[in-house]
T-cell receptor, first 109, second 111 residues
Framework: LAKTTQPISMDSYEGQEVNITCSHN???????ITWYQQFPSQGPRFIIQ?????VTNEVASLFIPADRKSSTLSLPRVSLSDTAVYYC??????????WGLGTSLAVNP | NAGVTQTPKFQVLKTGQSMTLQCAQD?????MYWYRQDPGMGLRLIYY???????DKGEVPNGYNVSRLNKREFSLRLESAAPSQTSVYFC??????????FGPGTRLTVL
């Protein structure tokens, strides 16, 4: 089971780019890397998923180096509404995903 | 589409009581999951079902049972509730085991 390590918390300001890095040293060959966002009193919501190199969608980018032992979620020009907890998960057909404590992002005015 | 629905939204039990949490999804997903989340913590997987008719234990299965009634529904049962089971319970579903869609959660308090 692949365990992940993320910073417990981060602070930013509106309009800045935020990069959250996740370490997953024992990632398996068939594991994908997935990031979720969770607001208080809500279930997590999918942000982005990738296997290698770079993935970009309308809300974020995901950078994965060649060794895949880490990944970085990049949120461009954050706003106050991006204040949330962000979780990094690794897993594939193995359904036993391990959720860490996540990174609590605070975006200040 | 309603997505993933959970009932009830809130529940208070006394120690030793039993109850079933219901979950349904209308996205034709194969896989379904039950998680619990305690204050300040990440989610912990209780049970999951990779497909209709199959269930497997997750990280914290003790004290719980599940039933994959059909492709749409996946229920979680507490046979004899304990205060340690006070938590927020989330149900989720996914098509291929990747992107998971979550329900709104059930807030359970066991006195």
């Amino acid at each position: 089971l692949a365990k992940t390590t993320q910073p417990i918390s981060m602070d930013s300001y509106e309009g800045q780019e935020v990069n959250i890095t996740c370490s997953h040293n024992n990632i398996a060959t068939n594991d994908y890397i997935t990031w979720y966002q969770q607001f208080p009193s809500q279930g997590p919501r999918f942000i982005i998923q990738g296997y290698k190199t770079k993935v970009t969608n309308e809300v974020a980018s995901l950078f994965i180096p060649a060794d895949r032992k880490s990944s970085t979620l990049s949120l461009p020009r954050v706003s106050l509404s991006d204040t949330a907890v962000y979780y990094c998960l690794v897993g594939g057909n193995n359904r036993k995903l391990i959720w860490g404590l996540g990174t609590s992002l605070a975006v200040n005015p | 589409n309603a997505g993933v629905t959970q009932t009830p939204k809130f529940q208070v039990l006394k120690t030793g009581q039993s109850m079933t949490l219901q979950c349904a999804q209308d996205m034709n997903h194969n896989s379904m999951y039950w998680y619990r989340q305690d204050p300040g913590m990440g989610l912990r997987l209780i049970y999951y079902s990779a497909s209709e008719g199959t269930t497997d234990k997750g990280e914290v299965p003790n004290g719980y049972n599940v039933s994959r009634l059909n492709k749409r529904e996946f229920s979680l049962r507490l046979e004899s509730a304990a205060p340690s089971q006070t938590s927020v319970y989330f149900c989720a579903s996914s098509l291929q085991g990747h992107e998971q869609f979550f329900g709104p959660g059930t807030r359970l308090t066991v006195l």
